[in-house]
Structure formats: structure tokens, C-alpha cells
């Protein structure tokens, strides 16, 4: 949001800019150009009702007209222009809010682990693969959270979820998906909501493959930066 109020404002200077530089040189022109009409106009026919001075008298009253519906419609841009950035920044705002009220409804670290423990069991008795990951950003990125778990909530099917580990890290849980296709997803998240490449630190673990119990997953997610994943 910060970042586009700067490019508005920006905007709005160059345009001032352009503006009074086009004005400035209309009435350079005008000025010069009536000044050089004034002798031939008035003193050079001294009769009031002649053409000269009719011409001089119609050109002086266009003139002032178009410099004063440049300055009309000037007002009128800028009135639009500013209509437009308050539209956006409501809409920036209203997804800010709802980002911000689907982080506070995401669950948090402790059912992680416990639906981390569940589908392990279930994973371990039925044969299948589970894959868990973390996923980290600096957290000096906190603009970054809300878009990629946005992104991420779209991007899981049912049965998968999705967990807010800190405020910076969030915690994947994704039965029977194979973990080529898990860095697929991230990255297709990634893309889509903006985070610059090598910026997420992803840990992704698969059981049986990569993990052969549930202390040994719990423990390499553990190993992801700025998570709090503790032991229960």
C-alpha cells in the first residue's frame, strides 16, 4: 500500500509538472504573440470599431478562454485520478482485512502437530505416503504472509491444510501427495503471490520415503528458521 501511494504521488508530481510547463509556454506564446498584435491593432488604427482591434479583442477573449478550460479540465483529471486511487486503496484495504482475518482463523502450531500425529498414523497403517512441510519468510516480510497463504488456501484440495506455525511461517499438511508435486504447488503459490524467488525457505519431508517416524519428521520440520514447531 505504501508503495503505491509513493508511484500515485509520483504520478500525480509529473503530471503538475507537464501541466504547468504546457501552460507555461501557452502563455509565453499568447503574451508574445498579443504583444506583437497590440501596435498594429491600437496604435497604428485608432478607430475602436475597426478589425484590428475586433481581431486582437476576439483572440485575447479565446485565449483566456482556453487557458481557463485547461485549468477546468486539469481539476476534472485530477478529481478522476484521485476517485481512482481511493477506489484502489479501499480495495487494498478490503483485502487486507480479509487477509488479515483469514490469518487469525488459520489454526495454529499445536493442532499441527496433532493433525501432523493423526494422518501419520493413518499414513503408517494404510501404506500411503504423507508429505508435511514448513514454509518460512523473513520477517521483516510480513506484506508477503498474507498473499502466500491466500494463494496457498486456494491451492490445496480437501483433505490437505493448512496451519500458521508464526507469523512468518506456516505449516503444510498433504496425505498421499507426491513431493514433486508438493514443490509444484509452493512454487505455482510463490508465483502467484508475488514473493521474490529465494526468499521462502521451504522444508518439505515425505513419510516413508524421507522420514521413517513421526519424532523423525517432527524433527527436520523443526529445523526450518523461524518456526516454533516445539516437541508436545
Known sequence: MKNDL???????????????????????????????????????????????????????????????????????IRRLRQQLFDAQAAIAEAEHTATEQMLRALP????????????????????????????ALPRERKQDVGRLARHLCSAIRPGESLYRITDSAFGLILPKMDPRDVAAVIARAQSASGVPEGLLETNIVSYPMEAGSLSEMEKRLRATAGTELQPA
Do not use: C
Open 108 to 135: 495454529d502450531s499445536g493442532p499441527f502437530r496433532d493433525a501432523l500425529a493423526m494422518e501419520y498414523r493413518r499414513a503408517s497403517s494404510s501404506g500411503h505416503a504423507l508429505t508435511a512441510v514448513v514454509l
Open 6 to 76: 509513493r508511484q500515485w504521488q509520483e504520478l500525480e508530481r509529473r503530471d503538475w509538472q507537464l501541466w504547468l510547463l504546457a501552460i507555461f509556454l501557452l502563455v509565453i506564446l499568447g503574451f508574445g504573440l498579443l504583444t506583437f498584435m497590440f501596435p498594429s491593432a491600437f496604435w497604428a488604427n485608432s478607430d475602436p470599431a475597426s478589425l484590428p482591434q475586433k481581431a486582437f479583442v476576439g483572440f485575447s477573449a479565446l485565449y483566456g478562454l482556453a487557458i481557463v478550460y485547461m485549468l477546468q479540465r486539469q481539476a476534472e
